[in-house]
């Protein structure tokens, strides 16, 4: 550990992966700071918001060593079957459908899909308790500077913190990343994700349904009860379209999607859209700085693979941290982070590729590629063995 430091390691952005990696560091004696825009020190559990995420069971294994996972339990729902609709020609004979029960490789279930707003807030609750960590919320980080003994950061007040290593946790956009110079691939779908929760009178009994239709998947999660998340992708102009409609037509356009799967549906957060890119740095590293999550990679929602991802970033580093700060070693230090960069370089590259090929395959309605997706779903359906093996690649995450 550097000796100027007055933090271990100072963390820029606090969302879910960067309070979750604050806590995995301080849960073991080291000096962490936060820094975010948002008001972290005053959050408090409120009620579910628009946006979830299906976490799988690794990423539930390294949210239950922060301490905040049995908080926002309660707020999440278990998702026991996958059932995917080819809906190509909108009409319900001509579905092609099939269920993947996690029960056919022995899981109980998939994943539990929950509220972003309940995580992050139950990861802000865990980190304003825990000593060794400092908020610096409210404030922004606007420029750093790295040299041999460690890195200096500059907050939008003027406040300066010193560390041995600064994490890149601030999202898409990521200014440190910019500051870095690390540049990235990155491509935009022209699609836009609606997202939105909704109330319904018939119950979704744990199956999460995905229908593939022409301007992209529509998707249904099970929350607690008789609600559920929606991820309606839809071509960028279409979806400006429906977000202009108002309540009742909107609520008219979901009922019509779901074929009556869940009864009368009603609204219950207000509907909001994001664009469909991807994005991959080149590098995860450069001296004193480590990206994770969507500063290292951003995923389409197709899959629900970008927080998972981003979550096994943030293990990764953790461990590599914690096994460096343990030998007494530097933990900013380039052979430090030159493990971290290599341990997570395929599984970033595997999942963005699978995700991006996924991507196109199922929005896209040329003709030839339509026609690959529908046999490649009955042949699924009807060869067990096949099936089984496409649930245990998706699994192996
Ligand atoms: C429609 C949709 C559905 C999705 N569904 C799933 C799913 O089911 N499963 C799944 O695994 N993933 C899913 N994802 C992906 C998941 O939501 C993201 O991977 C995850 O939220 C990204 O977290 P992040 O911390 O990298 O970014 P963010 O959540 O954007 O956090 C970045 C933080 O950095 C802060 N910040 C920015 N600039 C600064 C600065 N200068 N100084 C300090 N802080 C700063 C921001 O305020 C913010 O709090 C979905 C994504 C979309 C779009």
């Known amino acids: ?25 301080a849960n073991v004696g080291l000096r962490v700071a936060v820094i975010d825009p948002a008001p ?37 729902a278990s998702l026991e079957v996958l059932r995917i609709v080819d809906d190509s020609f909108g009409r319900k004979k001509q579905q092609i459908e099939t269920d993947f029960p996690a029960a056919d490789i022995g899981l109980s279930f998939f994943g539990i899909n929950m509220p972003n707003n309940i995580l992050r807030t139950a990861l802000a609750i865990r980190a ?7 908020l610096c919320d409210s404030l922004r980080l606007a420029q750093f500077s790295p040299d041999d003994t460690g890195v200096s950061v500059t907050l939008s007040d003027g406040s300066i913190l010193q560390g041995a290593l600064l994490v890149a946790a601030d999202g898409r956009a990521s200014p440190v990343r910019e500051q870095s110079g690390i540049v990235c691939w990155e491509h935009e779908y022209e699609q836009t994700a609606i997202t939105c929760l909704i109330n319904h009178s018939s119950p979704h009994q744990n ?3 995905e229908f593939h239709r022409p301007g992209g998947p529509f998707t249904l999660v099970p929350l607690p009860g008789n609600t559920s ?27 019509d999607r779901t074929n009556g799967r869940l009864g009368r549906i009603i609204l219950s957060s207000d509907p909001q859209s994001c664009p469909l890119i991807a994005l991959r740095a080149k590098n995860y590293i450069s001296q004193r700085v480590a990206l994770v999550a969507e500063a290292a990679h951003v995923l389409s929602p197709l899959g629900a693979q970008g927080l998972n991802l981003s979550l096994r970033d943030i293990d990764c580093l953790a461990k590599t941290i914690i096994k460096a700060a343990q030998t007494g070693l530097d933990v900013g230090a380039q052979s430090v982070l030159s493990l971290y960069e290599k341990d997570r370089r395929a599984d970033i590259l595997i999942r963005s590729l699978g995700t991006d090929g996924l991507t196109r395959l199922v929005s896209h309605n040329h003709r030839p590629l339509h026609s690959l997706r529908r046999t490649g779903l009955k042949a699924i359906s009807m060869i067990e063995p096949l099936k089984i093996m496409a649930m245990q690649q998706g699994m192996s995450a």
């Open 229 to 255: 998340s929606v991820v309606w992708v839809e071509k960028k102009n279409d979806a400006d379209g429906y977000m202009k409609l108002n309540r009742q037509s909107f609520e008219q356009a979901l009922q």
């Open 1 to 25: 550990m550097s000796k100027s430091s007055s933090h271990d390691v100072i963390v820029s952005g606090g969302g879910t992966p960067g309070l979750a990696l604050a806590l995995l560091l």
């Open 128 to 134: 304003q308790e825990n000593k060794a960590i400092s």
């Open 40 to 76: 972290l020190s005053r959050f408090r559990l409120g009620a579910p918001e628009g946006r979830t995420s299906a976490l799988m069971q690794s990423s539930i294994a390294a949210l239950k060593m922060t301490g905040a996972w049995e908080m926002a339990l309660p707020y999440g």
């Open 207 to 209: 199956v999460s349904t």
